[in-house]
């Protein structure tokens, strides 16, 4: 499987200024640009416009849910919205799967260093992966919200991710685990979701501004972007949390034994002719 990385972009609402670019410039040089090619779309645009775009044009997978993985800080609680409304918040992460070409609102609460606070981040799905049949719950796509992150949204900052999946021909050998993930900064005035473009396939838009409901008692319909289904996973158990579950076959280790593993043939036994 492809490693799935994150292109960072944060743009301050005061517009004092950005986050200095810290894009690396082997990633630079493994960008594939075109000449004379016209991007119509970008990370700034309003949520929906990029995944509106793959609707027009009958993107592959438009329409089929996409596994997803919502974390952050530990102690973090994510509300997932249905029928207009914030459901009751649980524990991060959550893995649920969402629609391809969907924008969906969440609610995080019980952020462990600014408590009583809330953000209402969005995600866009622009478009999926295919891990193996049946196994889809277990290769969400990661959206991950740092501390960092958080923490511009709640001073008024806007912090905008591209989530890609790398293209392993210009990919960079780096070794990572499920719960690491290599993120790029990109200055302002760049378009982080060209950028992505060009070092693989962007997969999801998430932005985390400091937009709250006028009315969080009434019908957020409109705040939720039409609030799109989802369907609820379960996260994929590890060996230590099925044996702790007793779900795990105990295994015998074997004794050691003197005994030679072969034994010469009987007389009787079949031979081969020569």
Not at 144 to 171: C, K, N, P, Q
Request: aromatic share 6%; hydrophobic share 40%; glycine share 6%.
């Amino acid at each position: 499987m492809h490693k799935l990385l994150i292109l960072h972009f944060v743009k301050l609402c005061c517009l004092v200024g950005a986050i200095p670019p810290l894009l690396c410039s082997t990633v630079a040089a493994q960008s594939r640009a075109l000449p004379n090619v016209h991007y119509f779309l970008d990370a700034n645009q309003t949520p929906g416009a990029v995944a509106g775009a793959q609707v027009a044009r009958g993107a592959r997978g438009v329409g089929t849910f996409q596994a997803v993985s919502l974390s952050g800080p530990k102690a973090l609680k994510i509300a997932l919205a249905r029928d207009g409304q914030f459901l009751q918040p649980i524990d991060a992460p959550v893995i649920t799967g969402m629609l391809v070409a969907g924008v969906y609102r969440f609610r995080v609460t019980n952020i462990p260093f600014r408590p009583g606070e809330e953000l209402y981040p969005t995600l866009e799905i622009i478009d999926r992966i295919y891990p193996p049949a049946g196994r889809e719950h277990r290769f969400p796509i990661p959206v991950v919200m740092t501390e960092e992150d958080l923490r511009l949204a709640l001073d008024g900052g806007l912090v905008t991710r591209v989530i890609y999946l790398e293209d392993s021909e210009i990919a960079e050998p780096t070794d990572t685990t499920p719960e690491t993930q290599i993120v790029y900064n990109v200055p302002s005035s760049d378009n982080a979701l060209q950028v992505a473009d060009q070092l693989g396939k962007p997969v999801a838009i998430l932005r985390i501004g400091s937009r709250v409901p006028l009315d969080p008692n009434g019908d957020l319909r409109e705040f939720l972007y039409g609030c799109p289904p989802w369907i609820p996973l379960i996260t994929a158990p590890n060996r230590q949390t099925l044996l702790e579950a007793g779900q795990w076959p105990e295994v015998i280790p074997s004794e050691a034994t003197d005994k030679p593993r072969s034994e010469p043939p009987l007389e009787n036994s079949p031979r081969l002719p020569f």
